[in-house]
């Protein structure tokens, strides 16, 4: 079967031929596209129906016909390779402590010269206790006869720091860890905590507290304005 395409009417000799089968062939071109217009519409119309019935329609299947891949790129870029840069991630990581090691002299050769480092970074997490017992200053007017106790750091109140506070919120919201789990947890690395010690901290991980200069809960010890807390080693 030809094609419409592939006539070549400049091959036709007659002008008023050439002309009445070009008008022919698009007569024909727009007939065809009314019939399959038509064709559309009657089936639209006797899905309509069947639906109004309760039937299935007619499915919607798209023939099968694989598309060409485009290529944009030009001959000389796809015979050009391209290449890979891989990022370094050790410029982005913070480095906490700086560890030397060394090499035993005694298994070295007599004319070994050191030559400097090779760094490596290694990440790692370490999870321990950092208890530290506060001493805070107290002092004592003979004019006001009260006592005055230097305050806390921020975050410190109660029997738990802010880094407790703040892994247990990390682990039980974002971790979806149980509160036995978290206390479980908490007790293997050292810290000594309940059920419902670790309850009471998710209720109050809402609300933050602010260390002022408040009279402390002793009736004769007060809190001195704009004191800061010292942390000293233990006695």
């Given at each position: 079967?030809?094609?419409?395409?592939?006539?070549?009417?400049?091959?036709?000799?007659?002008?008023?031929?050439?002309?009445?089968?070009?008008?022919?062939?698009?007569?024909?071109?727009?007939?065809?596209?009314?019939?399959?217009?038509?064709?559309?519409?009657?089936?639209?119309?006797?899905?309509?129906n069947n639906?109004?019935?309760?039937?299935?329609?007619?499915?919607?299947?798209?023939?099968?016909?694989?598309?060409?891949?485009?290529?944009?790129?030009?001959?000389?870029?796809?015979?050009?390779?391209?290449?890979?840069?891989?990022?370094?991630?050790?410029?982005?990581?913070?480095?906490?402590?700086?560890?030397?090691?060394?090499?035993?002299?005694?298994?070295?050769?007599?004319?070994?010269?050191f030559q400097?480092?090779?760094?490596?970074?290694?990440?790692?997490?370490?999870?321990?206790?950092?208890?530290?017992?506060?001493?805070?200053?107290?002092?004592?007017?003979?004019?006001?006869?009260?006592?005055?106790?230097?305050?806390?750091?921020?975050?410190?109140?109660?029997?738990?720091?802010?880094?407790?506070?703040?892994?247990?919120?990390?682990?039980?919201?974002?971790?979806?860890?149980?509160?036995?789990?978290?206390?479980?947890?908490?007790?293997?690395?050292?810290?000594?905590?309940?059920?419902?010690?670790?309850?009471?901290?998710?209720?109050?991980?809402?609300?933050?507290?602010?260390?002022?200069?408040?009279?402390?809960?002793?009736?004769?010890?007060?809190?001195?304005?704009?004191?800061?807390?010292?942390?000293?080693?233990?006695?």
């Amino acid at each position: 079967m030809i094609e419409l395409a592939d006539l070549d009417l400049s091959s036709i000799a007659d002008d008023r031929h050439r002309e009445g089968l070009l008008r022919l062939l698009n007569l024909v071109e727009e007939l065809s596209t009314t019939v399959r217009q038509q064709a559309d519409e009657i089936q639209r119309l006797r899905d309509e129906n069947n639906r109004l019935k309760g039937e299935h329609g007619k499915p919607d299947i798209k023939p099968n016909t694989p598309t060409a891949k485009k290529d944009h790129s030009s001959e000389q870029e796809r015979r050009q390779p391209k290449e890979h840069h891989r990022r370094s991630k050790q410029g982005t990581i913070p480095i906490d402590r700086d560890e030397v090691c060394q090499i035993d002299p005694t298994t070295l050769p007599p004319d070994a010269a050191f030559q400097g480092y090779r760094e490596v970074v290694i990440q790692d997490l370490v999870l321990r206790t950092d208890n530290v017992r506060f001493l805070q200053e107290v002092y004592h007017a003979d004019s006001t006869g009260q006592t005055y106790l230097a305050p806390l750091p921020a975050g410190y109140a109660g029997e738990f720091g802010p880094g407790i506070k703040a892994l247990i919120i990390v682990w039980y919201f974002a971790c979806q860890m149980s509160e036995p789990k978290i206390r479980e947890l908490c007790g293997h690395a050292g810290v000594q905590i309940s059920d419902g010690q670790v309850s009471n901290l998710l209720i109050k991980s809402r609300t933050t507290s602010t260390p002022r200069a408040t009279r402390s809960t002793r009736p004769d010890c007060a809190v001195a304005p704009g004191s800061r807390s010292t942390t000293a080693p233990p006695a």
